[in-house]
């Protein structure tokens, strides 16, 4: 027998119009391209996106069509959220930091048929234009003014759509399973490949947002948005943000850390997300900046992903701003949000250390996403903290297949999908992951996680940034390489890092070696760019004699 409950569609245009309807003067600010700030409300924002509606109408958008966006964070850039997924096309956020050869290449694969830029990639724009098959129109994310000179076309002017627009448009009622946006993963070999969004995954994946047990966003937050509207969906807080009337700060382009810290003092953001590097460069603007009034952040929550939360950051924030860091897992192939780091009752009262060990764990799924680990065999781990093994996932807002039948079939009989994560889940079902498959340290028959290797040396006063690979070695396989950005001004050395390790880690993880360098490779993502640094040093020779316990002497 079936239910009697009415059949209506998950639709992202609901999400703006329930926002203009119960929440109209909940603020949006936004930093725009030239530095000045924007601001208007979900009012504003309705209007505007539904004149842009019109106006991708009247450019001769068709349901379906991608359009595609080269653009920081910025109030333009949520309308074109709102407009071109409501009227029922997909909306392309490229991210302006892959080479110019991977965006042509995924601009082409996608098929954009229009794409709307910031000023600021108009360089870029230009230069791809002539290989860009399929579009049949640029718009700039600017007024009359600012135009740049057009050397490629059409080229409009998004101010000028929007005035020439009728702010009367019905949203189309939608299947819900209509695709809503595209994002492709930077995989690190390979062709990046699509990952298809549909409205009924979004609008599931903002609920959970909202949910208490998820990241709790409510109208009582002024929401910071560091994590780019091009990095998956801004992990879904644009929608999961008019689902609940947060107030929206969007910082356009300036993410380093003086201009972070004003703009939250400014707006009174109580809670913000982004990467582990932009908060590496926020606290290091803290600490290097004596007299910061400390005491106006009104930071509350922090959402950290995208890469493992070092233990410094979480106690950093605990210590000088007394917000608590929420660390969530997730990949453009779960929408993202998989895993949530909240405490559970029991954790309440423990001491902050011990706060923080739960913390550094990447969280437990949140209702709707299913996980579970493998070996090599494919057989089931324990739940036990101390398997580790292939992490596997399935849920509603988890891929099904890449766009255009990319990588062939990509789930298993029974509809689980591989991460290429290597995980440990705990009898609490906390996940800890402790490395993609391809960057685990094979040493003597054990692994060695090189995130927490990375994880516990950023701790150690001086150095800014670690990462750590797997070296070839006679006798034990592979051995950990700890290559090393100092901080400005410090001259930490090999040693004082190795001593800083001692007692933190096993004793057969500590690395052979230290190296220096500049700086270290990252994908446009942000995430370390761990092939690049093994073909670098994949000659380097560890010395001899001094290499640390082993695997088997640790038993
Ligand atoms: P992307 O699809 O570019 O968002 O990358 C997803 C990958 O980022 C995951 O498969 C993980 O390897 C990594 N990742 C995301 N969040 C975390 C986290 N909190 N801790 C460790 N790795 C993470």
């Known amino acids: 027998m079936l239910g009697l409950m009415q059949q209506r569609p998950l639709l992202i245009s609901s999400l703006l119009s329930y926002a203009e309807t119960y929440h109209p003067g909940a603020e949006i600010v936004s930093r725009t391209g030239e530095g000045a700030f924007h601001r208007y409300d979900y009012r504003g924002l309705g209007v505007r996106a539904r004149q842009l509606a019109n106006a991708l109408v009247a450019l001769g958008v068709k349901p379906g069509d991608r359009v595609a966006t080269l653009a920081w964070n910025s109030h333009r850039h949520l309308e074109l959220y709102f407009a071109v997924s409501g009227m029922g096309a997909v909306l392309h956020t490229i991210n302006p930091r892959l080479f110019a050869e991977q965006i042509e290449y995924i601009a082409n694969h996608a098929e954009d048929s229009f794409v709307f830029f910031d000023l600021s990639f108009t360089a870029l724009v230009e230069g791809m234009a002539p290989r860009l098959l399929g579009v049949k129109g640029y718009v700039a994310l600017a007024d009359r003014g600012q135009m740049p000179a057009a050397t490629f076309g059409p080229l409009h002017c998004y101010e000028d759509l929007i005035a020439a627009a009728d702010a009367d448009y019905d949203w189309p009622v939608l299947d819900e399973n209509t695709a809503s946006s595209l994002c492709y993963t930077s995989g690190t070999t390979g062709n990046p490949k699509g990952v298809l969004y549909s409205h009924r995954s979004t609008v599931l994946h903002a609920f959970c947002a909202c949910a208490r047990d998820g990241l709790s966003l409510s109208s009582a937050d002024s929401v910071m948005l560091i994590v780019p509207l091009f990095h998956v969906n801004a992990w879904g807080i644009p929608y999961a943000a008019a689902m609940c009337g947060a107030k929206l700060v969007l910082p356009g382009q300036a993410l380093d850390g003086k201009s972070v810290f004003d703009l939250m003092v400014a707006e009174a953001c109580n809670f913000s997300l982004g990467v582990p590097t932009v908060w590496l460069n926020f606290f290091r603007y803290i ?62 009262n423990l001491p902050v250390e011990e706060i923080v060990d739960v913390q550094v764990k990447q969280g437990r799924a949140i209702y709707g996403v299913e996980l579970r680990i493998v070996d090599a065999d494919g057989k089931r781990l324990a739940h036990d903290g101390a398997e580790a093994g292939d992490l596997l996932v399935r849920g509603p807002w988890v891929t099904s297949g890449y766009f255009r039948g990319e990588g062939g079939e990509v789930l298993d009989d029974d509809g689980w999908f591989a991460t290429g994560d290597v995980a440990k889940i705990d009898s609490d079902g906390y996940v800890r992951i402790t490395d993609r498959s391809k960057d685990v340290i094979k040493s003597g028959g054990e692994w060695i996680s090189s995130i927490d290797l990375e994880n516990a040396a950023v701790g150690c006063p001086g150095v800014q940034e670690a990462a750590v690979i797997g070296v070839r070695h006679d006798k034990w396989q592979e051995r950990p390489l700890l290559i090393v950005v100092r901080k400005p001004g410090h001259d930490v050395t090999g040693a004082a890092i190795l001593g800083f390790l001692t007692g933190k880690i096993p004793k057969w993880w500590m690395p052979d070696d230290v190296v220096f360098v500049d700086e270290l490779p990252h994908t446009a993502t942000g995430k370390l760019l761990k092939l690049k640094l093994r073909q670098q040093f994949a000659d380097h020779v560890l010395p001899q004699g001094g290499t640390p316990s082993s695997a088997a002497a640790a038993g």
């Not at 009104?298 to 995208?306: F, N, S, T």
């Open 287 to 348: 600490e290097e900046t004596p007299g910061l009034p400390l005491a106006e952040v009104k930071l509350e929550r922090v959402v950290v992903g995208g890469s493992a939360a070092p233990r410094a950051i979480i106690e950093k924030f605990h210590a000088l701003l007394g917000a608590f860091t929420i660390q969530a897992w997730g990949m453009s192939e779960t929408s993202p949000l998989a895993t949530i780091g909240n405490l559970l009752p029991k954790h309440r």
